[in-house]
Each structure stands twice: as structure tokens, then as C-alpha cells.
């Protein structure tokens, strides 16, 4: 999923600042599962929002909503009726939720209220992990289920360099050494071999290197 955290308060206040009343709009999907815009933290951020307004001797009038999907335009589009009344939408989606909504309603104010952050998957209650960096030529098939582009810190691809010591990464003593991972795990499956093979240098123009992409399913279109 991708993750994301809400942003600092200060930071929220001084996007609302100049409004009366604001749409705060929150997302079904990956931020409920991640627990920074989905319903529950739309309603407290509204409570804050409100309380903080009056604070500064204003009063803010937020209401709430939580589409779907705000990364989805069949789903933006359900804001087209009633969008006019807001002088601004406060988006708790990730960043591809804020553009979407921004993009339809181009005359509308929409601002982040999380910094989205990466996508990953939940290690334990509260804790998320980075896990995928969207490569666009996934390897995982050679490197036992374990990803040296998102997990190694130097996104390196074969074998570990100098510096990992005990398991441990060298930039942090709490850090897995991805290498050291997919050796344990090629070992477990029996397919060391795998690390013997060397892999080519990566074409990183399918990464986010090569530009913004794009996927166009023609079947679908
Ligand atoms: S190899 Fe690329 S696509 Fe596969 S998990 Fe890693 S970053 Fe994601
Ligand atoms: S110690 Fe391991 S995870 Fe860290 S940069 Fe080196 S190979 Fe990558």
C-alpha cells in the first residue's frame, strides 16, 4: 500500500488560514488502511482544525468527506455538485488523490494534509516498512521475495557491499542488510545458486529515471 503521515499541524493551519469553510476530503483506501486520511482521521482533524481556528479567534467551518477512492475520476466526480460551496479542499489522500482532485476542479484550491511517504507493507500494529519503489522491471524472482532496489540502501545488485556487519546495514545498527536477507532466504529455498549469477546492469529508464510513465492497457481502453 502506499503510506503516508499526516502533516504537522502548524503546517495544516497555515494552508486554512485564509478560508471560511473548507472541504476536508479523505480517502477509503490506502491511508485508512495506514490509519493517516480515512474517515476516523478526517474527523480529528476537523476537531482540531476547528478547535485551533477558534484559538486564533476564528471560526472555520469544515465538512467532511471520505470518497472511495480519490485517486479514481469516477469517484472525484461525485464532488461536482456540491464543490462550489468550499473555498478550498484539504485532501488527506495520498499525492495521487490530491492531483486527481485537483486536476478536475481546476479552479479550486486542493492542498495535502499527509505526506505521503512510500510503498510499503505493515511489519507489526503501527509500524510500516519500505518495501517497493516501483522499478518497472521487478527482480524479485532472483533475489528470494526480497527487494535490493527498495530494501538495500544503496540499491545495489549483487551481493553486499563493505559495509554490512552482523546482518545489519551500515547505515543504521537496526537496518536488515537487504543482501544479507536474500541470502538467508535463497539459502532457506534452496536456490543458491541464484546468487551466483550475476546480474546485468539495471536499464533504470523503466524507474522513475526514465521520466513520468505511463501504462496504457489497450484492452481495457
Ligand atoms: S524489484 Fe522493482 S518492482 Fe520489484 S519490488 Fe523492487 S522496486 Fe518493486
Ligand atoms: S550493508 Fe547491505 S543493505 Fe546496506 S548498503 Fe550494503 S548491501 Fe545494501
Same mark, same amino acid.
Given at each position: 500500500?502506499?503510506t503516508?503521515q499526516r ?10 488560514a *485564509?478560508?471560511?469553510?473548507?472541504? !476536508?476530503?479523505? =480517502?477509503?483506501? =490506502?491511508?485508512?488502511? %495506514? ?5 476516523k482521521?478526517v474527523? @480529528? !482533524?476537523?476537531?482540531? !482544525? $476547528? ?17 472511495? /477512492? $480519490? %485517486?479514481?475520476? &469516477?469517484?472525484? &466526480?461525485?464532488?461536482?455538485?456540491? @464543490? ?27 492542498? *495535502? ?8 507493507? #505493515?511489519? /507489526?500494529?503501527?509500524? +510500516?516498512?519500505?518495501? %517497493? $519503489?516501483?522499478?518497472? &522491471? ?7 521475495g @526480497? ?12 551481493? *553486499? ?17 537487504? +543482501? $544479507?536477507?536474500? +541470502? ?9 545458486? !541464484? ?9 533504470? /529508464? #523503466? ?5 513520468p510513465?505511463? @501504462? ?6
Open positions: 500500500m502506499i503516508a502533516k504537522p499541524m502548524q503546517e495544516i493551519m497555515s494552508y486554512v *485564509p478560508y471560511d469553510k473548507i472541504l !476536508l476530503l479523505g =480517502c477509503n483506501e =490506502c491511508v485508512t488502511v %495506514c490509519y493517516a486520511g480515512g474517515r482521521e474527523g @480529528i !482533524l476537523a476537531s482540531a !482544525l $476547528q478547535m485551533g481556528s477558534l484559538q486564533q479567534g476564528k471560526k472555520l467551518e469544515v465538512v467532511e468527506m471520505t470518497l472511495e /477512492r $480519490q %485517486c479514481d475520476p &469516477e469517484y472525484v &466526480e461525485e464532488l461536482a455538485r456540491t @464543490i462550489d460551496q468550499y473555498d478550498a479542499v484539504c485532501s488527506m489522500a495520498c499525492g495521487c488523490g490530491v492531483q486527481t482532485v485537483a486536476g478536475r476542479y481546476l479552479d479550486k484550491p486542493v492542498y *495535502p494534509m499527509v505526506n505521503t511517504t512510500f510503498m510499503g507493507a #505493515s511489519e /507489526r500494529q503501527g509500524v +510500516w516498512a519500505e518495501r %517497493c $519503489q516501483g522499478c518497472g &522491471e521487478c527482480v524479485l524472482a532472483y533475489t528470494g @526480497i527487494c535490493p532496489v527498495a530494501r538495500c540502501s544503496k540499491r545495489i545488485f549483487n551481493g *553486499p557491499c563493505g559495509g554490512s556487519t552482523g546482518g545489519k546495514c551500515e547505515i543504521a545498527p537496526d537496518v536488515d542488510c537487504a +543482501w $544479507q536477507l536474500i +541470502w538467508d532466504r535463497l539459502k532457506a529455498l534452496g536456490r543458491t545458486d !541464484l546468487y551466483q549469477q550475476i546480474m546485468p546492469a539495471k536499464d533504470w /529508464r #523503466s524507474a522513475r529515471d526514465g521520466g510513465r505511463r @501504462i496504457v492497457r489497450e484492452d481495457l481502453i
